[in-house]
Structure formats: C-alpha cells, structure tokens
C-alpha cells in the first residue's frame, strides 16, 4: 500500500492543481489532459486555474503478449516514442515496433473525433501548455505529448501527475519546462495502487467533463 492515497482522480487532481498554481505561468495558458485518466485530474487543475481545458490525445504502444508493459508511444501530430530501456527482454524490432505503432494510430484518430469533436488540431503558438496525467509509470506517453505540444508551438511545457516512478521522472523531466509531481515512490508497481478509486473511465465521461470544462472556462484564463 502506498504511504499517500488518493481517494480518487478528482481529488489527485485538486492536490496537484494547488501545487501548479504555485508555477509562475505566463499567459495564454491551456490545460491538456491525457485521455482518458488524465481527463479528471486535468479538469481540475484547469478549473483552479481557470484556464481552457482540451486533450492531448496519446496511445501508449504495448510489448506483443504483454500489452500493459509500455515500449512506446504515439501523440498527435505523428509523434512516435520509442521507449530507450535497453534491456527490455524480447523487445520487438524497429519493422514490427512501426507496425504496432501504426495499429495504435487508427486508435488515436477515432478517438481524437471523439473526444474534440471535428475541431481543428491544436494550435498553441506563444502558449504555456500544462500536461496532465494521472500518473507516469515509463514516461512514454507523457514524453510523446511533450513532444507533441512542442510541435503544436508552445513556448513552455509544464508536466503535472499526481504520481511518477523514478524513471518517468527523470525521462519527461529531461526535456519538459517544469516537472510537478506530488508523489516518486522508490517503487512504482501500478498507478492504480495509488488511489482508492480508479475505475476505468469510458467516453461518456470524458466527453462530459470537456464539455462541462468548456462551459465554466468564461473566466478570464491565466
């Protein structure tokens, strides 16, 4: 059991909105979620600062037999993460690594329709945009939206999660603008260890939760 439980996504995400809020963030900012757990964490960290919320969608690229162990990634704007652990045993590859990724792809595009609803893809010129997930266990995904932002023209890219291993940490800090990260247990065995509640989110949800985000963003944003 993990020292530091949260109860659930929603109130990981209220910790970790009043450690961001600490950040001195040059405005516009934007607030992007990584679908789909990120999506409660990062709606409250927009909500506290009362900036856009919109996702950044990603697909994590699972070891064939072992989907669950990440050994990469794909973002948005055909970002390709390649996870650089060496002594992955059986890892795939460079032909087969890029047909699993292309697979993932088809994922991604239905669920970037979904999710944004036809809107254009992101434009973040001169913006700060902060990443939200509800916790990185390689980094791979985190690091393929970094990327990703850097590409859609954020001039800073600012990493939040509730929780992270060592690894991520150091991964994602590596080229990220500001690294908030309330917990870095010495051993990460599962996110889901870390909270009381971590009931797998649908679409619906998601969807909701932008919805309900875009509705409430009439303040003026940070």
């Given at each position: 059991m993990s020292s530091h439980q949260f109860p659930d996504r929603r109130?990981?995400?209220?910790?970790?909105?009043?450690?961001?809020?600490?950040?001195?963030?040059?405005?516009?900012?934007?607030?992007?979620a990584l679908p789909r757990g990120g999506v409660p964490v990062g709606y409250?960290?927009?909500?506290?600062?009362?900036?856009?919320?919109d996702v950044l969608v990603v697909r994590k690229i699972g070891m064939p037999g072992q989907p669950e162990l990440a050994i990469g990634a794909i973002a948005s704007g055909n970002i390709v993460v390649r996870d650089p652990r060496a002594g992955i045993v059986g890892r795939p590859d460079t032909q087969t690594f890029a047909a699993l990724a292309e697979r993932e792809q088809e994922e991604l595009l239905r669920r970037e329709r979904s999710y944004r609803g036809g809107a254009p893809p992101l434009k973040l010129n001169g913006?700060?945009?902060?990443?939200?997930?509800d916790g990185l266990a390689t980094g791979a995904t985190m690091l393929a939206a970094l990327r990703s932002a850097r590409q859609a023209g954020a001039s800073s890219v600012i990493v939040a999660a509730p929780v992270?291993?060592?690894?991520?940490?150091?991964?994602?800090?590596?080229?990220?603008?500001?690294?908030?990260?309330?917990?870095?247990?010495?051993?990460?065995?599962?996110?889901?260890?870390?909270?009381?509640?971590?009931a797998q989110l649908g679409d619906a949800e998601v969807c909701m939760l932008l919805s309900k985000a875009k509705s409430c963003s009439s303040a003026t944003p940070v």
């Open positions: 109130e990981a995400g209220r910790e970790l909105a009043r450690r961001v809020s600490q950040l001195p963030l040059r405005a516009p900012v934007i607030v992007l409250e960290v927009a909500r506290a600062l009362r900036a856009p919320l913006m700060t945009a902060v990443l939200v997930d992270a291993s060592d690894e991520a940490s150091a991964l994602v800090g590596a080229e990220a603008d500001a690294l908030v990260l309330l917990e870095i247990p010495p051993e990460l065995h599962s996110i889901g260890e870390w909270y009381g509640d971590f």
